[in-house]
């Protein structure tokens, strides 16, 4: 996902050294490793994580104590790894292996978790305000987890598929899901949508509109989502994304008689 790059500084003689060795060279997205970081004082990123490992001889020859410290921008992060570290804790998979799945378009984060034989979805949403109105006084994006959960629960209870929950800290974002699998909607090569899949998806809006569906859904016990309508101002609004965010990407030019 970067460039990762290891460095040892216990022959620097000072920061001076450190245009000999290339560091001002590296890439704004490198990951560096740096031990001895004191040799170069003064001259390291504020935002970083500072790792020092100590002796424990009172427990074992070979037992050390980590001390991680996070600076600048990287102290919330640090606060954030250990929140999650927490919850899975909680939900039982303290020392799983995680794995970084892909993303979506959106600031969550997604993990493949497993621990004996178990799987499940770790997803990492931290909360985020609305921002600024998007058209008519709306936003774009939700503000945290709650209609994830909402809508999960609602489908389940009503015989759709989607994913089980099975641990949730609403208020720090943080989700631990059903994993259902990693078959795709597109397959082959080049890629070409699979049409059973596709054809699956139409079937559930069918069903889905063929019901009566309530405009609130619980979330918790003594805490409800009421559902937003999907009117024209909404459709609007993710139409003007094509506009605003993937032309402009694909340097193309929308002159005002098109949009």
């Excluded at 939700?142 to 598929?161: H, I, N, Q, T, Y």
């Amino acid at each position: 996902r970067f460039p990762l790059a290891h460095a040892d500084f216990y022959r620097l003689n000072g920061p001076g050294d450190l245009v000999e060795i290339g560091f001002d060279d590296l890439s704004d997205d490198t990951v560096l490793l740096v031990e001895w970081p004191d040799r170069a004082a003064g001259s390291l990123p504020a935002d970083r994580l500072d790792v020092a490992l100590t002796l424990m001889p009172q427990l074992a020859l070979e037992h050390r104590s980590a001390q991680i410290t996070g600076t600048g921008a990287h102290a919330a992060r640090l606060q954030r790894l250990m929140l999650v570290r927490e919850f899975l804790q909680q939900a039982g998979f303290a020392g799983a292996e995680r794995r970084r799945m892909q993303g979506d378009a959106s600031t969550r984060s997604y993990d493949r978790v497993a621990l004996a034989g178990r799987r499940a979805i770790l997803m990492n949403a931290p909360r985020r305000p609305d921002g600024p109105p998007v058209r008519a006084g709306k936003p774009y994006l939700a503000e945290d987890v709650k209609p994830f959960v909402a809508l999960a629960r609602g489908l389940r209870e009503r015989g759709f598929s989607a994913p089980e929950i099975f641990h949730a800290d609403l208020d720090n974002g943080l989700l631990l899901l059903e994993d259902l699998g990693a078959e795709p909607v597109v397959a082959g090569d080049p890629p070409v949508p699979v049409e059973t899949r596709y054809a699956a998806a139409v079937d559930v809006l069918v069903a889905l509109h063929g019901r009566q569906l309530p405009n609130v859904l619980p979330v918790a016990a003594g805490l409800d989502y009421r559902l937003p309508a999907y009117d024209l101002q909404a459709f609007l609004i993710e139409t003007e994304l094509l506009l605003d965010w993937y032309l402009p990407r694909a340097n193309v030019a929308v002159p005002d008689e098109a949009r």
